[in-house]
């Protein structure tokens, strides 16, 4: 059974910082791409950063760029999002992403999410 799981979401003040993390079980961690995607009240979901299954290449988006690191733990199996200098507008539900394309079919798995609310 496939499960991503993901935690250290909440509530913190502009500037602040917050560390995401996303446990990973039921398929093979480390042949699938990992991502993490967010969706804000009335937007469309949208990626915000990815890592390669080795980690040995990541992409952000430009919002993100220079503040957010995706980083993953292939032995715990694991992918995390530090998150830093955060702004109101990172506000959102933030949701892990595995995916793998193989055999010409492409397996795809969701977390839950988990709320990030930057507020003074």
């Known amino acids: 059974q496939v499960q991503l799981v993901e935690s250290g979401g909440g509530l913190v003040q502009p500037g602040g910082s917050l560390r995401l993390s996303c446990a990973a079980s039921?398929?093979?961690?480390?042949?699938?791409?990992m991502s993490w995607y967010r969706q804000a009240p009335g937007k469309e979901r949208e990626l915000v950063a990815v890592?390669?299954?080795?980690?040995?290449?990541?992409n952000y988006a430009d919002s993100v760029k220079g503040r957010f690191t995706i980083s993953r733990d292939n032995v715990k199996n694991t992918v995390y999002l530090q998150m830093n200098s955060l702004k109101p507008e990172d506000t959102a539900v933030y949701y892990c992403?595995?995916?793998?394309?193989?055999?010409?079919?492409?397996?795809?798995?969701w977390g839950q999410g988990t709320q990030v609310t930057v507020s003074s």
């Open positions: 992403n595995a995916e793998n394309s193989r055999y010409g079919l492409t397996f795809r798995y």
């Open positions: 890592s390669t299954s080795t980690g040995g290449s990541t």
């Open positions: 039921g398929f093979t961690f480390n042949t699938y791409a």
